[in-house]
C-alpha cells in the first residue's frame, strides 16, 4: 500500500506520514472481506437464479393433464371421430397424435406440454362420461397436419402451411385406471370440495368445462388417483 501525503502545519511543505502497519493491515483485511463478501454475493444470486431455474422446471415436470376424447362413433363431414382408450392402445406403440384440437386455449396448453408429463385420458361425449387411463406425452407440440386436409372433419381453409394455426402432441398409453372415475362422481366431489375447501374445487373440468384439453393441479391428480381405491360414492 503507498503511504499517503499531507500537508501539516504552516509552511507549505508536504511531509510523507507512512501509516502505522497494524491500520494498514486492518485496511487490507477490511477490503480483502469487501472482496469475499461480494464475491459471496454474487455466488448467492447465481445459487438462487440456479435454484429458481430447478424449481421452475421442477414444476414444469410436475404439471399434468387431462384430454378429452370419444370413444363413441360420431360421424362428422362422413368421417367416424370415433378414438377412445381401446383405440389409443390399438396402435403402433400404443402411441397416437392427440389432432383436431381446434380451440385456441386448448391448443396453447398442447403446446405447453413437456415430455413425459401425465394426463388423464377422458371419455367425452358418450353414455358415460369420465376418466378411462393414464396416457404421457412423448412428443412435445409440433403442426398439426389435418388442418390442411380438405377430406379432413378438422380441416381449417383460413391456416396455411406458411402460418399454421393448430398443433397437436403424441400421447402414449401408461395404463387404464384400476377402476372407471365417472363424471357424476368427479362431480360430486367437486360441490363437496367447494364447500370445504377441497383440492376438487376448483378444477377445470368444471370451471372451463367446454375445453377438451385442459390443465390439473398436482393436489387435483393426486385426489383423483386416490379415488381408484375407493368404493365410488
Known amino acids: ?11 507549505g511543505k508536504s511531509i510523507e506520514l507512512i501509516e502505522p502497519a497494524a491500520k494498514s493491515a486492518k485496511k487490507e483485511l477490511d477490503n480483502s472481506t469487501k472482496d469475499v463478501t461480494k464475491k459471496s454475493s454474487t455466488s448467492d444470486n ?4 440456479k435454484s429458481s431455474v430447478e424449481d421452475k422446471g421442477n414444476k414444469e415436470a410436475q404439471r399434468f393433464w387431462l384430454m378429452k376424447s370419444e370413444p363413441e362413433s360420431r360421424i362428422e363431414n362422413g368421417v367416424d371421430v370415433k378414438f377412445g382408450v381401446e383405440d389409443l392402445k390399438a396402435q403402433q406403440n400404443q402411441t397416437a ?5 381446434r380451440n385456441y386455449q386448448a391448443r396453447n396448453f398442447m403446446k405447453d406440454m413437456k415430455l413425459g408429463q401425465l394426463a388423464f385420458f377422458y371419455h ?9 387411463a393414464l396416457v404421457k406425452v412423448v412428443k412435445e407440440s409440433y403442426i398439426d397436419h389435418t388442418q390442411f386436409d380438405k377430406k379432413d372433419p378438422h380441416y381449417d381453409p383460413r391456416s396455411t402451411k406458411q402460418n399454421p394455426k393448430w398443433f397437436m402432441v403424441d400421447v402414449q398409453f401408461v395404463r387404464m385406471m384400476k377402476r372407471y372415475i365417472s363424471l357424476a362422481e368427479l362431480k ?7 364447500t370445504k ?3 376438487l374445487k376448483n378444477m ?3 370451471t372451463r368445462a367446454r375445453l377438451s384439453v385442459q390443465p390439473v393441479t398436482k393436489e387435483e391428480f393426486d385426489f383423483v388417483l386416490s379415488l381408484e381405491d375407493q368404493k365410488p360414492v
Open 124 to 132: 367425452s361425449n358418450c353414455k358415460e362420461p369420465g376418466i378411462a
Open 46 to 49: 447465481r445459487t438462487a437464479a
Open 1 to 11: 500500500m503507498s503511504p499517503k501525503t499531507k500537508k501539516r502545519g504552516g509552511n
Open 97 to 101: 397424435c392427440w389432432d383436431g384440437v
Open 197 to 199: 375447501d377441497g383440492p
Open 188 to 194: 360430486r366431489h367437486h360441490q363437496e370440495h367447494k
Open 204 to 206: 377445470a373440468l368444471f
